[in-house]
């Protein structure tokens, strides 16, 4: 996943890329129109300054020739020659290879060709010009501009960078508190003051939000827990009179079975009761002593504690318990959560079913068999799994997620070759 400053910084340099690339060819096509227009000048004005020269000589005949002769001589790249008429004057470019040093190889050349007369004749001057120098000078200034586009450009992405990190400073700032906010711990964020009109409305937003929620979320605890201290006596009080009445005469088998049925009932919600408490209790963090348990041995305890429901649907237990695992945490919450897992693998097993327990260093998981995988995102939470065809109360594994998260152990459900899969984890103190 890509940060947003890495984003907008990609694009930026993309396109100077381009525009990079686009500029080499138009500063090779500009220096060399330059060039060309330069060397054609400097070729006029030579063949003006040698035809201006020549025509204010007084010559004979005969000198002139031998003069013409002798500049020819001189200088090869200018060919002064007799023709029959005048002519337009007209310019044009020639690869010639180098005859004065031939590892050259071939060399650009710009000409001229100009008329005149002298003392009466017509002359054909050719002037040229060597255009290899404008390759050179073009890589040049290329080169020069490339670098300097380079630096112009890593200074832009530098302080582009640098300005950004200050300017969203702030947003990461209260990103990070965000982040480590724990709505258990009903603890408001106050966000630093940053200046920036936009950070500012957003900051002020989060807190009303998060002081919202936090508001909400004690209300919620408060009702679940005053709710179930609340209904603890008036349920003492309805089992009690189910009792007497049970134990009244004369009662039918038909009154027996009705208040056997609502008896269950009232111990099923009973259970909630005591559940919803127990979270209430977790979630208030008043469970906060931690000591050292001896794990592998308080495991063993409450498996021997639970054979005879394990013995009642005829099940078989496989254990695979690593001696001498030592956690730290509340031995109460521990018991609990060693309970749960325990019983909801026994509650959710069939008849002659395996049941497996596997403790080593930093993993404790319990697993049975299944036909298929249960919604993972729907087990953890408060009657995520309860149904009518079920003894739970839909808690246990909430209950388990709670305890977790308060050690700071990390729980998992997961489906394989036909067994269902709840593990603990933690960070082992080896």
């Not at 040698?50 to 000589?57: E, F, H, I, K, Y």
């Not at 049941?355 to 408060?382: C, D, H």
Request: glycine share 4%.
């Amino acid at each position: 996943m890509n940060k947003l400053l890495n984003k907008s910084m990609r694009a930026f340099v993309l396109y100077a890329g381009m525009v990079l690339a686009c500029s080499i060819p138009a500063y090779y096509a500009i220096i060399d129109f330059i060039w060309e227009h330069e060397l054609k000048e400097h070729n006029r004005i030579v063949s003006a300054t040698t035809r201006q020269n020549l025509q204010a000589l007084t010559l004979t005949d005969k000198e002139l020739a031998e003069s013409v002769a002798l500049w020819n001589k001189l200088q090869p790249e200018t060919q002064l020659q007799p023709v029959a008429a005048l002519r337009p004057d007209s310019t044009y470019n020639i690869y010639r290879k180098n005859k004065y040093i031939p590892a050259k190889g071939w060399d650009r050349f710009q000409g001229l060709v100009t008329y005149f007369t002298i003392n009466g004749k017509v002359f054909r001057l050719t002037q040229e010009s060597n255009m290899e120098e404008s390759y050179e000078t073009i890589i040049a200034i290329g080169g020069v501009t490339f670098i300097f586009f380079l630096i112009l450009l890593g200074g832009l992405i530098f302080i582009n960078r640098k300005i950004s990190e200050k300017l969203w400073r702030p947003f990461y700032n209260s990103l990070q508190k965000i982040q480590s906010f724990d709505l258990h711990q009903q603890h408001a964020i106050q966000f630093e003051k940053t200046g920036i009109e936009e950070f500012e409305t957003l900051n002020h937003h989060l807190e009303k939000l998060i002081a919202g929620n936090i508001a909400v979320y004690k209300q919620q605890k408060e009702f679940t827990q005053n709710a179930s201290h609340e209904l603890q006596t008036p349920l003492s009080i309805v089992k009690f009179k189910l009792d007497l009445l049970h134990q009244s005469k004369p009662v039918t088998d038909e009154q027996s079975a009705l208040i056997d049925e609502a008896h269950q009932s009232l111990s099923k919600v009973t259970r909630i009761n005591k559940n919803l408490l127990l979270l209430a209790k977790i979630e208030n963090s008043q469970f906060s002593g931690k000591a050292t348990i001896h794990l592998s041995a308080l495991l063993e305890n409450h498996i021997s504690l639970l054979e005879d429901f394990v013995d009642d649907k005829q099940l078989q237990l496989v254990t695979h318990i690593t001696p001498d695992v030592i956690i730290s945490g509340n031995k109460v919450l521990v018991e609990i959560l060693l309970t749960n897992l325990i019983m909801n693998a026994v509650r959710h097993s069939s008849l002659k079913d395996t049941v497996i327990i596997t403790l080593k260093e930093g993993l404790l998981e319990i697993s049975n068999t299944g036909a298929m995988p249960l919604e993972e995102k729907m087990l953890f939470r408060r009657f995520g799994t309860s149904s009518p065809n079920t003894t739970g109360t839909g808690l246990g594994l909430a209950i388990v997620r709670q305890i977790c998260h308060l050690h700071g152990w990390q729980e998992s459900y997961r489906f394989e070759n036909g067994l269902h899969l709840f593990t603990i984890a933690w960070a082992s103190s080896k």
